[in-house]
């Protein structure tokens, strides 16, 4: 008998016996346990998200950067979105449907780079909204969304602005004459490519006075309201050294007041900026619930392809001469070994990912040379934590 085959008969004992105790409980308490995901860490408590609606918008500067992919999964992860919206993939045709297919999301429409430039993608979750394609043009896509578990539906444009001033101003007329023809609940959000104001900006040449009056008067008269952020003030920055370092906040969301009725509690997030020179967008539509709850213990076929693993079954076992207590000893032991070996690459990503947050906040009220080389620095070692983290889920694949 192989030492899986060993394990997992003790452990089926040891849960038979206490199911004899326990009776009716424990059995209602096991089939509730199998509706749970596998643990990456065993018995770590999980917090279960009760989220109507979660968007995120990101200008990613590059959809076929090897490290877009992993990014994307962080942000779903993370935040659960069942809309996602992605800008600027430099990508279109063929080649941009490949990459589609391979993210997880079911329901996708997208507008295709111009040579090297822009390209804007809309992924959702099918199973939480409906989303119809009403027009798009290469600076805006208008789309209608139906939340399925409620009975609300609204209007979701996304910009991508053009640098020409004057193709802006066609994109702002555009939107002008959208809030002309109807009176639906609305989001307006993506990369503006125009700050508002001189707080919106960093170094570099001042605001434009007549440009941002513009952009001002087209979301006065689409009754448009800026319902306010968390996270870093700056949604871009152009990653130089600080004598040259720019920073904007050009990647906005708006509502109209019908839409703050449907969702009162929304709020926005930038959150942290890696991958692409402007940090995405999360727009959170309801406050998180949390129930918590602790996953059942689960063995994973991947310790097996660690060389002290077999120490561990072995001291359980020569520890306690009752089944009982030898599974209880190799339970907490293996807890403790599987987060030193395993769980201290989530640990590691989540300090690096708070770190990097806390110095993008700082960068954005004193900005420092020793603050920029240290987001560089902290960027690498992101890069080499997502890299060990895709290894690890690789062999659990294999060894499953």
Not at 61 to 69: D, E, I, L, T
Not at 298 to 309: D, E, G, I, N, Y
Request: aromatic share 8%; glycine share 4%; proline share 4%.
């Amino acid at each position: 008998m192989s030492l899986a085959e060993l394990l997992s008969e003790l452990i089926s004992l040891h849960v038979a016996l206490k199911k004899v105790k326990l009776g009716v409980l424990l059995w209602n308490l096991k089939e509730e346990a199998k509706m749970l995901p596998a643990s990456d860490v065993c018995l770590i408590p999980i917090f279960i998200f009760i989220f109507i609606m979660n968007t995120i918008i990101w200008n990613c500067r590059g959809a076929c950067k090897p490290s877009f992919r992993k990014h994307v999964g962080e942000l779903v992860r993370n935040h659960n979105p069942a809309i996602l919206v992605i800008m600027e993939t430099r990508v279109g045709g063929n080649r941009a449907k490949g990459i589609i297919d391979r993210l997880p999301f079911d329901g996708s429409m997208h507008t295709d780079s111009i040579g090297y430039a822009g390209g804007i993608w809309m992924l959702w979750d099918s199973e939480r909204v409906d989303v119809s394609l009403l027009a798009n043009t290469e600076q805006e896509n208008h789309a209608s969304v139906k939340v399925r578990n409620a009975n609300s539906s609204w209007l979701f444009i996304v910009v991508y602005a053009s640098l020409r001033t004057v193709e802006r101003h066609i994109l702002w007329n555009n939107l002008i004459k959208t809030a002309e023809l109807h009176n639906m609940p609305w989001i307006l959000a993506g990369d503006f490519n125009e700050p508002l104001s001189m707080e919106d900006k960093f170094e570099g040449r001042a605001v434009s006075v007549n440009r941002s009056l513009l952009f001002k008067e087209c979301l006065d008269k689409c009754n448009m309201i800026d319902i306010g952020f968390s996270g870093p003030r700056f949604t871009w920055t152009n990653r130089r050294e600080i004598q040259a370092l720019i920073q904007e906040r050009i990647d906005r969301v708006f509502v109209n007041p019908s839409w703050c009725l449907l969702y009162p509690e929304a709020r926005v997030v930038h959150l942290t900026r890696c991958h692409s020179d402007h940090c995405p967008i999360l727009l959170e539509m309801q406050s998180r619930i949390n129930m918590g709850r602790k996953r059942p213990f689960r063995f994973q076929t991947c310790w097996l392809s660690k060389p002290s693993f077999p120490s561990i079954v072995s001291r359980a076992l020569s520890d306690s001469s009752a089944l009982r207590d030898a599974v209880n000893r190799f339970t907490q032991a293996v807890i403790r070994w599987n987060a030193s070996h395993f769980g201290n690459i989530f640990n590691r990503k989540k300090n690096i990912m708070a770190r990097i947050n806390g110095i993008q906040r700082a960068l954005s009220v004193r900005p420092s040379a020793f603050l920029v080389n240290l987001e560089n620095e902290l960027l690498k070692d992101l890069d080499k934590v997502l890299n060990q983290e895709e290894e690890l889920w690789a062999l659990k694949s294999r060894v499953n």
